[in-house]
């Protein structure tokens, strides 16, 4: 499955954005996708997943604020994330796998190309 990830910017703290991660191929139902991001000068850390059967995964950091969906109809992978702060800045990628630890970057087989968020204070 190839993926494309979208909808990064810049916003201010206390406001929202959505990402979208958009799939390629008929079996896009059967993978679990997650969300990570990367800030400079640190290690890839997940950010949430959603199974394939809609249960979903948080990081703590994020729980609360942010939300995951799907819709398998249009391929697609949706991160809501709400009360953004400055260290949510990073890269997000999304990434899709068929089974595995959905917390764990390694696991995943397909990686997007990433999109930046930028959260000013």
């Known amino acids: 499955v190839q993926l494309q990830a979208s909808g990064g910017g810049l916003v201010q703290a206390g406001g929202s954005l959505r990402l979208s991660c958009t799939a390629s191929?008929?079996?896009?139902?059967?993978?679990?996708i997650g969300w990570f991001r990367q800030a400079p000068g640190k290690e890839r850390e997940f950010v949430a997943a959603?199974?394939?059967?809609?249960?979903?995964y948080y990081a703590e950091s994020v729980k609360g604020r942010f939300t995951i969906s799907r819709d398998n109809v249009k391929n697609t992978v949706y991160l809501q994330m709400n009360s953004l702060k400055p260290e949510d800045t990073a890269v997000y990628y999304c990434?899709?796998?068929?089974?595995?630890?959905?917390?764990?970057?390694?696991?995943?087989?397909?990686w997007g190309q990433g999109t930046q968020v930028t959260v000013s204070s």
């Open positions: 990434a899709a796998v068929v089974s595995g630890r959905l917390r764990e970057a390694r696991d995943y087989g397909s």
């Open positions: 191929g008929r079996t896009f139902s059967d993978y679990n």
């Open positions: 959603i199974s394939y059967s809609y249960l979903p």
